[in-house]
């Protein structure tokens, strides 16, 4: 079965950091593109960051230069480090792993606000 558990949300200011995890349980994650969404309230659902099983990365222009996306296969875990942190970037912050070209699955979500 395949679990995917995020934590790290929480209540920041803004210019302020934090930095969520997510660690998978249920699949070889090494080999695994892994994706960091984010749904905020009355939005559709968007892609934040992903890295793929080389390591390569790619941001949303909004998060570029403020986010980082890194991945510790030794720990099924992938990181989405996020600095200057503005108000804009409060939502529900969801982990993905990318199975097959379709098919991704999901962890339950860590909400994060930012307050200005």
């Known amino acids: 079965q395949v679990q995917l558990v995020e934590s790290g949300g929480t209540l920041a200011q803004a210019g302020g950091s934090l930095k969520l995890s997510c660690t998978a349980s249920?699949?070889?994650?090494?080999?695994?593109?892994m994706g960091w969404y984010r749904q905020a309230p009355g939005k559709q659902r968007e892609l934040v960051a992903h890295?793929?099983?080389?390591?390569?990365?790619n941001y949303t222009d909004s998060v570029k230069g403020r986010f980082t996306v890194s991945r510790d296969n030794a720990k099924n875990t992938v990181y989405l480090q996020m600095n200057s942190l503005k108000p804009e970037d409060t939502a529900v912050y969801y982990c993905?792993?990318?199975?097959?070209?379709?098919?991704?699955?999901w962890g339950q979500g860590t909400q994060v606000t930012v307050s200005s």
């Open positions: 249920g699949i070889i994650f090494s080999i695994h593109t």
């Open positions: 993905s792993a990318r199975l097959l070209p379709n098919v991704n699955v």
């Open positions: 890295i793929t099983s080389r390591g390569s990365t």
